[in-house]
């Protein structure tokens, strides 16, 4: 709802500037203060910290309830779930950790040409989490591995040499 009362009917007017890298880079709403502070906060850095802290806690509810349990806390047992939480949560903070805290920065009073090295980059750096999601799933599922390596469809694979000995 928020996206679309402020991009469909914007509280301002939009400028663009085609001498820059990015012409239009931000919406005019991010100027207003309330709703640039709202959909900077509640958006995207409120959301990355939900998902990191509520990873750590996944793991954690494991330990104690295997503690509870009185069972042993194998954790090669678990290796394949805290494999796919962490890279899949690595992947997600990477990606959006750098824009976060420089958009914070600038909302904190830094000028606007703090950071604006990393912004360029960092404001594409979230669209890639989308895209490598799916390969970083089928990366930590240890059966498709099985199945790309014996069809011989991964990029790194053994070759097969066979060494041929000629008698003199």
């Known amino acids: 709802m928020f996206y679309?009362?402020?991009?469909?009917f914007p509280p301002c007017s939009n400028t663009y500037n085609y001498n820059l890298p990015i012409c239009g880079e931000f919406p005019c709403y991010l100027d207003v203060p309330l709703l640039g502070i709202w959909d900077t906060v509640i958006n995207s850095?409120?959301?990355?910290?939900i998902i990191t802290v509520f990873s750590i806690i996944v793991l954690t509810r494991v330990y104690i309830q295997k503690r509870r349990l009185?069972?042993?806390?194998?954790?090669?047992r678990q290796r394949k779930m805290t494999i796919q939480l962490?890279?899949?949560?690595?992947?997600f903070v990477a990606a959006n950790v750098p824009l976060n805290l420089v958009t914070l920065g600038h909302i904190c009073g830094l000028p606007p040409s703090f950071g604006g090295g990393v912004q360029v980059y960092a404001d594409y750096l979230c669209y890639f989490v989308t895209l490598l999601f799916p390969f970083v799933c089928?990366?930590?599922?240890s059966?498709?591995?099985?199945k790309l390596r014996w069809k011989g469809l991964l990029l790194f694979r053994r070759s097969q040499r066979?060494?041929?000995i000629n008698p003199k």
């Open 162 to 164: 066979i060494t041929v």
């Open 4 to 8: 679309i009362v402020v991009i469909i």
């Open 86 to 91: 962490f890279s899949i949560c690595i992947l």
């Open 143 to 146: 059966e498709m591995r099985k």
């Open 45 to 49: 850095i409120i959301p990355t910290a």
């Open 138 to 141: 089928l990366s930590t599922l």
């Open 70 to 76: 009185h069972q042993a806390n194998l954790w090669r």
